[in-house]
Nanobody, 115 residues
Framework: QVQLVESGGGLVPPGGSLRLSCAAS????????MSWYRQAPGKERELVAT???????TTYAESVKGRFTMSRDNANTVYLQMNSLKPEDTAVYYC?????????WGQGTQVTVSS
């Protein structure tokens, strides 16, 4: 059974940092396309970062390039390191796993950037 569990969200002042984790079970993260999405109140869910299956190449939304870094480890977990956070980064962040046209989602973790 595929399961994704996000953690690491919270309240942080502008300019601060957070690291989100997504613990996967029931499959290997190296065999799926893993992504982070976010959804702010009243807005559509948007793609933040993706790491491909082979080679681990990452791509980022323009709004987070240079500030966010996505990675994965051998413990079947993917991460999103978020630096220089801005109020507009406030959203629920979701982890997803996609393969052969099927996408699985985690429950999300709230990130709030505010002074």
């Amino acid at each position: 059974q595929v399961q994704l569990v996000e953690s690491g969200g919270g309240l942080v002042p502008p300019g601060g940092s957070l690291r989100l984790s997504c613990a996967a079970s029931g499959f290997s993260v190296s065999t799926y396309v893993m992504s982070w999405y976010r959804q702010a109140p009243g807005k559509e869910r948007e793609l933040v970062a993706t790491i491909v299956r082979t080679g681990g190449t990452t791509t980022y939304a323009e709004s987070v390039k240079g500030r966010f870094t996505m990675s994965r480890d051998n413990a079947n977990t993917v991460y999103l390191q978020m630096n220089s956070l801005k109020p507009e980064d406030t959203a629920v962040y979701y982890c997803s796993a996609r393969r052969l046209g099927v996408t699985f989602w985690g429950q999300g973790t709230q990130v709030t950037v505010s002074s």
